[in-house]
Each structure stands twice: as structure tokens, then as C-alpha cells.
């Protein structure tokens, strides 16, 4: 238990750190990872070409980090700002324990859900008692963390690859349920559907660097190559 507790001590004074000192982390990948990934797709190498270093924002705090994307959920970017926001001011600090001290109802309060309050609620509740060991997630495996994180209420496996690509950096995470990642293969690679079996040739393709793809897929469907678009046959009406 003593164990468990340093930990998220040291996870919070890393937080607060990065935000006194306003410096931001961002995921880190270099010459190996491009060169890879150029050597492997001539069109990838294009668009990285094209695009040049990107620069994608961290979690520093893992608790943090998944109560954030328990907030974030069918909601829009700003709308998840404004409760954070509201959370870090009624919290000063979000941990497990100033979480845990916090009824469902008050968390409701700030803008969230009764059912978002309550699966941040059961989080921190089996931290603090000691059901869910988070130290332990970060020594996982790929698989195994994302089976850990997705027995979490309110965590399903996007969510669950989102944190560990976020906040653990973990270099080969690429998202077949992220529908901007299929958007980018789409729009890269000219294709009008992606299916799981078109899906794992690039999976692959990419491995063991697929979060550095990932985050110039997001980039290419988030228009950052002009003229490009996307071959997904249009919705009938």
C-alpha cells in the first residue's frame, strides 16, 4: 500500500511541475522512427516530406489521464477544457485521494455526467483501497494494459490505446477504432473503406512504430496536406 501511494505522490509532483514551470511534453520519436517508416511506405514518406516534425501534446499524469478521457467522452474539446477546468479548481490537485474525498454528486456539479462522476468516483475509490494497482499498468504489456484500463467503468479500448499512446508513449499503438486514423489511410492511401483485414497490412507495415504513423494519419485528416480528400463513398441520402 505504501508502495502504491509514493507513487501517486510522485505521479502529482511531476504534474504540478509541468504546469508551474509551463512547460509542455510531447511524444517523442526522431530520425529512427521517420526513417523506418519512410523505408517501409513510399507514401507515408511523402506525406512526412510534406508535413515535417509533429508536435503532439502528453499526459504527464496517468491518473490524470484517464479521467480526462472519462470527461472527454461524446463531448467536444472545449466542453471537456471547460470541466477540467472546473475540476482542477474545486480538486486544486487530481488525484486519486482528492477524488476519492469527493462525492459523485459534486463532481456531477461541474459539468459532467452522473454516470462520468460515478466512473471517476469507482477509479479512484479502487486505487485508494487498493483493488486497481496503476503503478502496475505502466510494467504491462501493450495487451495487457489495454485489458487492465478496459475493466475500468467507462473505459472501453479506444480509450484505453489513446492513454497508453498519451500519456505511457508506448511506440506501436495505431487504433483501428479510431475513425480519424481511418479517415487519414483513406485519404493517404485512396482507399474507399477500411476493413480490419486492410487495416492489419498496415498495422504491420508500421510496427514497431505505429504511433508515429498514427500521428501523421491524424494529421493528413485533419487537412494538414492540401488537396488531399477523403474516397469514402459518399452517404446516400
Given at each position: 500500500m505504501l508502495i502504491r501511494y509514493s507513487f501517486c505522490l510522485v505521479s502529482v509532483i511531476i504534474s504540478l511541475y509541468f504546469q508551474k514551470a509551463g512547460a509542455a511534453m510531447y511524444f517523442q520519436?526522431?530520425?529512427?522512427?521517420?526513417?523506418?517508416l519512410k523505408r517501409k511506405d513510399k507514401k507515408l514518406a511523402w506525406a512526412i516530406e510534406q508535413i515535417g516534425h509533429i508536435e503532439r501534446k502528453l499526459d504527464a499524469n496517468l491518473f490524470a489521464a484517464v479521467v480526462r478521457h472519462i470527461v472527454g467522452q461524446q463531448i467536444s474539446s472545449k466542453a471537456q477544457a471547460t470541466v477540467w477546468a472546473r475540476l482542477e479548481a474545486r480538486?486544486?490537485?487530481?488525484?486519486?485521494?482528492?477524488?476519492?474525498?469527493?462525492?459523485?454528486?459534486?463532481?456531477?456539479?461541474?459539468?459532467?455526467s452522473l454516470r462520468k462522476a460515478e466512473y471517476i468516483k469507482d477509479f479512484a475509490d479502487k486505487i485508494v483501497s487498493g483493488e486497481f494497482d496503476l503503478q502496475a499498468v505502466e510494467q504491462m504489456s501493450d495487451a495487457e494494459a489495454i485489458t487492465a484500463l478496459s475493466s475500468l467503468k467507462?473505459?472501453?479500448?479506444?480509450?484505453?490505446?489513446?492513454?497508453?499512446?498519451?500519456?505511457?508513449?508506448?511506440?506501436?499503438?495505431?487504433?483501428?477504432?479510431?475513425?480519424?486514423?481511418?479517415?487519414?489511410?483513406?485519404?493517404?492511401?485512396?482507399?474507399?473503406?477500411?476493413?480490419?483485414?486492410?487495416?492489419?497490412?498496415?498495422?504491420?507495415?508500421?510496427?514497431?512504430?505505429g504511433s508515429t504513423a498514427a500521428i501523421y494519419l491524424w494529421e493528413i485528416a485533419g487537412g494538414a496536406i492540401e488537396g488531399m480528400k477523403d474516397y469514402a463513398p459518399a452517404k446516400k441520402r
Amino acid at each position: 500500500m505504501l508502495i502504491r501511494y509514493s507513487f501517486c505522490l510522485v505521479s502529482v509532483i511531476i504534474s504540478l511541475y509541468f504546469q508551474k514551470a509551463g512547460a509542455a511534453m510531447y511524444f517523442q520519436y526522431g530520425e529512427t522512427e521517420i526513417n523506418y517508416l519512410k523505408r517501409k511506405d513510399k507514401k507515408l514518406a511523402w506525406a512526412i516530406e510534406q508535413i515535417g516534425h509533429i508536435e503532439r501534446k502528453l499526459d504527464a499524469n496517468l491518473f490524470a489521464a484517464v479521467v480526462r478521457h472519462i470527461v472527454g467522452q461524446q463531448i467536444s474539446s472545449k466542453a471537456q477544457a471547460t470541466v477540467w477546468a472546473r475540476l482542477e479548481a474545486r480538486l486544486k490537485v487530481v488525484t486519486p485521494f482528492t477524488v476519492h474525498a469527493a462525492s459523485a454528486e459534486e463532481l456531477q456539479g461541474l459539468g459532467m455526467s452522473l454516470r462520468k462522476a460515478e466512473y471517476i468516483k469507482d477509479f479512484a475509490d479502487k486505487i485508494v483501497s487498493g483493488e486497481f494497482d496503476l503503478q502496475a499498468v505502466e510494467q504491462m504489456s501493450d495487451a495487457e494494459a489495454i485489458t487492465a484500463l478496459s475493466s475500468l467503468k467507462g473505459i472501453g479500448k479506444w480509450t484505453a490505446e489513446m492513454i497508453l499512446l498519451f500519456c505511457l508513449q508506448r511506440p506501436d499503438i495505431l487504433s483501428y477504432d479510431d475513425l480519424a486514423i481511418q479517415r487519414g489511410l483513406r485519404m493517404l492511401y485512396h482507399h474507399r473503406k477500411i476493413t480490419r483485414e486492410l487495416f492489419a497490412k498496415y498495422q504491420k507495415r508500421y510496427s514497431p512504430y505505429g504511433s508515429t504513423a498514427a500521428i501523421y494519419l491524424w494529421e493528413i485528416a485533419g487537412g494538414a496536406i492540401e488537396g488531399m480528400k477523403d474516397y469514402a463513398p459518399a452517404k446516400k441520402r
